[in-house]
T-cell receptor, first 112, second 109 residues
Framework: GAGVSQSPRYKVAKRGQDVALRCDPI?????LFWYQQALGQGPEFLTY????????KSGLPSDRFFAERPEGSVSTLKIQRTQQEDSAVYLC??????????FGPGTRLTVT | EDQVTQSPEALRLQEGESSSLNCSYT??????LFWYRQDPGKGPEFLFT?????EEKEKERLKATLTKKESFLHITAPKPEDSATYLC??????????WGAGTKLIIKP
């Protein structure tokens, strides 16, 4: 079956631009997570959705980061006024029952 | 402070040379420990979940074990295609995971 998909796979943004990253979770998965991964590090938690409800956004680095999942399926992570320190791989994962999480391929964001 | 530490950072083995990767944790109220494999340019791929000390899981050349303070990922007679970064993550709440930095495994033919 189809796994988690993310788009775009690569994004280059000039400092100050807004970006939007999309995640299509596995069909029927209630839980959705966003992570940020720096080179050579494990994923860092950003935010968690249960259906359309954002239950935890404690990992979002600043108020420039915003995530939504309006219909409980596709999710978008938006970063406003991008900064160089936002350069990273952004991973999306979904889970059926808060057991194992299944990851998408990630979006590599480079801010120049 | 809740923490997950993986060692070694990198491990180079010859094909067929068995070894183990370590994941130690200081987390109160463990609700599960997960092992993932990550290839360059890809997202982590789920391997195993362990829930209680003494539990073991196997898949092909990999076996994961769990104690109260650490987990081991044993790799037996590895092949070059086993080369990847292996990540462990500890679940300490209903949904939150703390991740280690990973062990980069290189298997030379």
């Amino acid at each position: 079956g189809a796994g988690v998909s993310q788009s775009p796979r690569y994004k280059v943004a000039k400092r100050g631009q807004d970006v939007a990253l999309r995640c299509d979770p596995i069909s029927g998965h209630v839980s959705l997570f966003w992570y940020q991964q720096a080179l050579g590090q494990g994923p860092e938690f950003l935010t968690y959705f249960q259906n359309e409800a954002q239950l935890d956004k404690s990992g979002l680095p600043s108020d420039r980061f915003f995530a939504e999942r309006p219909e409980g399926s596709v999710s978008t992570l938006k970063i406003q006024r991008t900064q160089q320190e936002d350069s990273a791989v952004y991973l999306c994962a979904s889970s059926l029952d808060l057991g194992e999480q299944y990851f998408g391929p990630g979006t590599r964001l480079t801010v120049t | 402070e809740d923490q997950v530490t993986q060692s070694p950072e990198a491990l180079r083995l010859q094909e067929g040379e068995s070894s183990s990767l370590n994941c130690s944790y200081t987390v109160s109220g463990l609700r599960g420990l997960f092992w993932y494999r990550q290839d360059p340019g890809k997202g982590p791929e789920f391997l195993f979940t362990l829930y209680s000390a003494g539990e073991e899981k196997e898949k092909e050349r990999l076996k994961a074990t769990l104690t109260k303070k650490e987990s081991f990922l044993h790799i037996t007679a590895p092949k070059p295609e086993d080369s990847a970064t292996y990540l462990c993550a500890v679940k300490f709440s209903n949904y939150q995971l703390i991740w280690g930095a990973g062990t980069k495994l290189i298997i030379k033919p």
